[in-house]
């Protein structure tokens, strides 16, 4: 899964800054999702968006999370004021068609320690 | 809200053994994905399986998604302690296109 790519791989907030998740679908694919796995937890999804539109964010906390798929550019995944709770590995995956048969290939995910 | 029961949480076998993972709910899926993820990694994906009564081999491990389309089961066969690892899967329902996620099988196979 190498070519969905993300960055950074580890990153350090102290609680109350921002976090900046950065997310580059495989080639060709054009529908990413985030998840996220909290410490001895599954994955949990949080949104799925396509280029410039979100599509489904039922997984996203209502406050402080934000998440963007630019026309150009990779995904963001935005935390704002983190706090000790949001410190996870945080997934995106990239499928090429978005349809319910559709494969989701994972990268290899940013871990975010907030202090 | 869909649920994924997955079983046995931990297994440790030694090498040489059969092992089976299983997956269940009480909800349909279009398809279920099976991924394994390393420490420190993103989930790897192994199989998809979509068709209800559908059976996939990949060397030693045998994939079958139930007929009504509800559980999946991940057999492997004289497992090798390079199989250890977190097995996952993961359902994809018609009504919308994010995964649902299992808890996880965590394997360690002994040498």
């Known amino acids: 899964n190498a070519d969905v790519m993300q960055n950074p791989r580890h990153l350090v907030r102290r609680r109350g800054q921002e976090a900046r998740l950065r997310c580059s679908p495989m080639?060709?694919?054009?529908?990413v999702y985030w998840y996220r796995q909290l410490p001895e937890e599954g994955l949990k999804f949080m949104v799925y968006?396509?280029?410039?539109?979100?599509?489904?964010e039922s997984g996203m906390p209502k406050e402080r999370f934000s998440a963007e798929f630019p026309k150009e550019g990779p995904s963001i995944l935005r935390i704002q004021q983190v706090v000790r709770g949001d410190s996870a590995a945080y997934f995106c995956a990239s499928s090429p068609l978005g349809g319910s048969t559709d494969t989701q290939y994972f990268g290899p995910g940013t871990r975010l320690t907030v202090l | 809200t869909q649920l994924l029961e997955q079983s046995p949480q931990f297994l440790s076998i030694q090498e040489g053994e059969n092992l089976t993972v299983y997956c269940n709910s009480s909800?349909?899926?279009?398809?279920l994905q099976w991924y394994r993820q390393e420490p420190g990694e993103g989930p790897v994906l192994l199989v998809t399986?979509?068709?209800?009564?559908e059976v996939k081999k990949l060397k030693r491990l045998t994939f079958q998604f139930g007929d009504a389309r509800k559980d999946s089961s991940l057999h492997i066969t004289a497992a090798q302690p390079g199989d250890t690892g977190l097995y996952l899967c993961a359902g994809e329902t018609y009504a919308g296109n994010m995964l649902t996620f299992g808890g996880g099988t965590r394997l360690m196979v002994k040498p």
């Open positions: 909800s349909v899926f279009s398809s």
């Open positions: 968006l396509q280029k410039e539109n979100i599509i489904d």
């Open positions: 399986v979509v068709t209800g009564g």
């Open positions: 080639k060709g694919h054009s529908h």
